[in-house]
Nanobody, 120 residues
Framework: QVQLVESGGGLVQAGGSLRLSCAAS????????MGWYRQAPGKQRELVASIIIGGGSTTYAESVKGRFTISRDNAKNTVYLQTNSLKPEDTAVYYCNSVSKVGNAVSVHWGQGTQVTVSS
């Protein structure tokens, strides 16, 4: 099992920045990829950014490219999402996600979410 705990959300004005953190514990050596998703009221959860733990390659949603950066600190078992130039439409609950592989078994874990609110 993997446990994920997010932190760093809050209220910020448009144009501001926040750094979200996701600390992983448990069977961390099984994690192959981690990502950040968000869900705004009345909308489906969507992928914001993801990172491959081994190679470090990243992907981003078009709506956040150039503004958000995902990174990892393997020594701290933590993944970060640096969010810059925030817009009101970035307001959502942000969830950390991990994908683990043990043999042929794949499992997905989620954190509890952290609220990001961007005021205009």
């Amino acid at each position: 099992q993997v446990q994920l705990v997010e932190s760093g959300g809050g209220l910020v004005q448009a144009g501001g920045s926040l750094r979200l953190s996701c600390a992983a514990s448990g069977n961390i050596f099984s994690i192959t990829a981690m990502g950040w998703y968000r869900q705004a009221p009345g909308k489906q959860r969507e992928l914001v950014a993801s990172i491959i733990i081994g190679g470090g390659s990243t992907t981003y949603a078009e709506s956040v490219k150039g503004r958000f950066t995902i990174s990892r600190d393997n020594a701290k078992n933590t993944v970060y999402l640096q969010t810059n130039s925030l817009k009101p439409e970035d307001t959502a609950v942000y969830y950390c996600n991990s994908v683990s592989k043990v043999g042929n078994a794949v499992s997905v874990h989620w954190g509890q979410g952290t609220q990001v609110t961007v005021s205009s």
